[in-house]
Antibody, heavy 120, light 110 residues
Framework: EVQLVESGGGLVKPGGSLRLSCAAS????????INWVRQAPGKGLEWLSS????????YYADSVRGRFTISRDNAKNAVYLQMNSLRAEDTGVYYC?????????????WGQGTTVTVSS | QSVLTQPPSASGTPGQRVIISCSGS????????VYWYQQLPGTAPKLLIY???QRPSGVPDRFSGSKSGTSASLAISGLRSEDEADYYC???????????FGGGTKVTVL
């Protein structure tokens, strides 16, 4: 079964750090670009970052550039999101999602999400 | 404020046709493919339409997408109760060098 599973969410204080993981299975992970998308409580979806299959190209939304870092380990079939200098507005559900064929193509496989809460 | 503009809500009775609009600019919709996602309550989003008007396998042909200039639309024909969900349009943006979402449209089946 093609699957993405996020982990690493939790409660963190403002200014703190958290590292999210996205574990892939059921497909040739090293052939696909992966994204992180979040959803604040009661709000819409927001794209955060993308990393191409070989990590050649990395993209960030302005809202997280300089604070978040995306990376991947194709040997472990995993993508990570290192989140630093967290703010209350970073609270939400974080999803990882696979691009269909090329970067910024449709995201056809999504994880179930992991919840991040930034609060003192 | 989202880069892509969608109406916050839309509604219809069972069997009706509902159309959701998505307005952007030359740097996003005007230059790139548009994608649509459906998000049922409490679940992860699901790809509904890709590359303006293509349906992934398993998506009913009641759902169709179109694009013209800097706008796009999603049509739901033969509306069903299980279509009650939030719908999002997405495109890449050449100026932002990233992906932008619309604010989402909540579809209610009356």
């Amino acid at each position: 079964e093609v699957q993405l599973v996020e982990s690493g969410g939790g409660l963190v204080k403002p200014g703190g750090s958290l590292r999210l993981s996205c574990a892939a299975s059921g497909f040739t992970f090293s052939s696909y670009a992966i994204n992180w998308v979040r959803q604040a409580p009661g709000k819409g979806l927001e794209w955060l970052s993308s990393i191409t299959s070989s990590s050649t190209y990395i993209y960030y939304a302005d809202s997280v550039r300089g604070r978040f870092t995306i990376s991947r380990d194709n040997a472990k079939n995993a993508v990570y999101l290192q989140m630093n200098s967290l703010r209350a507005e970073d609270t939400g559900v974080y999803y990882c999602a696979r691009d269909l064929e090329f970067s910024f193509d449709g995201m056809d496989v999504w994880g179930q999400g992991t919840t991040v809460t930034v609060s003192s | 404020q989202s880069v892509l503009t969608q109406p916050p809500s839309a509604s219809g009775t069972p069997g009706q046709r509902v159309i959701i609009s998505c307005s952007g600019s030359r740097s996003n919709i005007g230059s790139n493919y548009v994608y649509w996602y459906q998000q049922l309550p409490g679940t992860a989003p699901k790809l509904l339409i890709y590359r303006n008007n293509q349906r992934p396998s398993g998506v009913p042909d009641r759902f169709s997408g179109s694009k013209s200039g800097t706008s796009a639309s999603l049509a739901i024909s033969g509306l069903r109760s299980e279509d009650e969900a939030d719908y999002y349009c997405v495109a890449s943006d050449d100026s932002l060098n990233g992906r932008v979402f619309g604010g989402g449209t909540k579809v209610t089946v009356l």
